[in-house]
């Protein structure tokens, strides 16, 4: 029932100076890091990462967003992690997303604005959708030595 998720602080989250912010929204759910880093990734990975939406109509601004300036990359483990970090993260579209997640509370654009300027909607994160996505993009941006298996109060408080 534990799992580990994939979670990116996109571009306009590491430049809005939101990283301390976004990341303590998990910590303070109980959720553990187990792995961390900060990288600027070029646009082969992107089309990695991102393998699915490649050839959307959106993927082109996407692939500009996300390699305009460094990420902060991390893997959050805890239990139904996948769904929780969603959850805390709240839905794609910001203008829909509700008070309370990470893109109700720090953004606000529709599609509708996004397509018309012809720019990726930035909603500050990136969390893998489901468990077959979060087993590849772990494996994609961090190896075996950089998750760490650690004891943390919460294992005792909250698991
Ligand atoms: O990130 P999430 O899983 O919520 O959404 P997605 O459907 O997997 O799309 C990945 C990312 O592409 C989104 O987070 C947006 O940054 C971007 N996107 C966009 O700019 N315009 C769309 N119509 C759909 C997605
Ligand atoms: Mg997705």
Do not use: C
């Not at 579209?93 to 990726?120: N, Q």
């Not at 909607?121 to 489901?130: D, E, K, P, T, Y």
Request: a neutral charge; proline letters at 3%; charged letters at 30%.
């Amino acid at each position: 029932m534990i799992e580990a998720t994939l979670v990116l602080v996109k571009p306009d989250g590491v430049q809005r100076g939101l990283i301390g912010e976004i990341i303590s929204r998990f910590e303070k759910r109980g959720l553990k890091v187990a792995a961390l880093k900060m990288v600027r990734i070029d646009k082969d990975f992107s089309k990695e990462h991102y393998a699915d939406h490649v050839g959307k109509d959106f993927y082109h601004g996407l692939e500009e967003f996300i390699t305009s300036a460094p990420v902060v990359a991390m893997v959050i483990e805890g239990v139904n992690a996948i769904e929780n970090v969603r959850k805390i993260v709240g839905t794609t579209e910001p203008k829909a997303a509700p008070l309370g997640t990470i893109r109700g509370d720090f953004a606000h654009v529709s599609y509708e604005y996004a397509d018309k300027k012809k720019m990726s909607i930035r909603n500050l994160v990136h969390a893998s959708g489901n468990k077959k996505d979060a087993d590849r993009e772990i494996g994609l941006w961090f190896s075996m030595e950089d998750l760490h298996s650690y004891e943390g109060a919460n294992d005792k408080h909250v698991f």
